[in-house]
């Protein structure tokens, strides 16, 4: 079982142990809601995250596309979506859970994990193809002849939502932006900073794990998207306040860390190098020199498991 945290953003994380194929979803405790009905997803009718497809044990309705009551399957577990519904995620709810193994997806290889992609905009939709696999994190920057923002895009926080690394604003969605990451690249919408007539693009392109894993290394539990074979993670966390323990996925020290704010504000990108160690940065947004932190603050930490 597990409980409800009421919160879009603090999403329950629930650690199975294993890759599930199918889960059902039902409150037992009421929280001071109503009881909801049995919720049931499976990796078939959903493929790929997020497994937005319902069907309740309880009832003889259609199939439901869920917006925010959804899962994520992950390698050893799932994260409820961002609901703060009774269903799967009322605060202080308590819901069981059945959850079945599936067999384990095939993790990526060194080959197939990065690729820089040059094209052309249109000023249109266009698909970007040939990187050989499908992105996880995807930067693009205009090369000319206009002076556009750096985009950045990820499977962790969606497609159609970018930050720019050349600013301290934070998360924007764009409908024009990048639509969906793709088998072989990616979908672009008519957006002037990333696909304008006449102008000319660089994306560099990463590939993470197809499914995320919930990493319990630290001392706050997070979801981490990790190619070990490429050395390369993407870690979401919710603001835990104070100090944060979290773990990289990694299995090794870093050599970059890039870390921005993406909601609830703005901030710059404390960015850590292993060229000046721990409680060392330099903000990505800006030429300025390399700042050193008091004990307690920024990159305190950084060891072959954790960032702290």
């Not at 079945?100 to 698909?127: E, K, V």
Request: charged share 15%.
């Amino acid at each position: 079982s597990y409980t409800g945290t009421g919160s879009a953003t603090n999403r329950p994380i629930i650690n199975t142990g294993f890759e599930p194929a199918f889960v059902m979803i039902k409150s037992v405790s009421t929280g001071g809601t109503s009881l909801y009905n049995w919720s049931m997803y499976d990796n078939k009718r959903n493929t790929s995250n997020p497994r937005d497809k319902i069907l309740e044990a309880n009832k003889n309705d259609a199939e439901i596309t869920a917006s925010t009551t959804y899962i994520d399957f992950l390698t050893n577990g799932f994260q409820i979506g961002p609901a703060t519904s009774g269903r799967v995620n009322g605060s202080g709810v308590t819901y069981l859970y059945f959850a079945f193994a599936a067999t384990p997806s095939t993790p990526p290889t060194l080959t197939n994990s990065f690729n820089i992609s040059l094209y052309s905009g249109n000023s249109s939709t266009q698909a970007i193809t040939g990187l050989g696999f499908k992105p996880d994190w995807v930067w693009i920057k205009e090369r000319g002849p206009s002076a556009e923002n750096h985009n950045i895009y990820d499977t962790a926080r969606g497609p159609l939502n970018f930050l720019t690394t050349n600013s301290t604003s934070g998360q924007v969605q764009g409908p024009q932006r990048l639509q969906s990451f793709d088998s072989d690249g990616f979908t672009l919408g008519s957006d002037n900073e990333i696909n304008d007539s006449g102008s000319t693009y660089v994306a560099w392109c990463w590939k993470a794990n197809p499914l995320p894993t919930v990493n319990t290394e630290g001392t706050q539990t997070v979801v981490t998207r990790t190619n070990l074979a490429a050395g390369f993670s993407i870690v979401t966390l919710p603001d835990f306040g104070g100090t944060q323990n979290i773990g990289h996925g990694l299995d090794g020290v870093p050599d970059l860390i890039i870390m921005k704010q993406y909601t609830g504000g703005t901030g710059s990108w404390a960015t850590y190098n292993s060229q000046v160690g721990e409680r060392n940065w330099m903000n990505l947004n800006t030429n300025g020199s390399n700042n050193v932190a008091t004990p307690g603050y920024e990159f305190d930490s950084v060891t072959a498991t954790t960032i702290t």
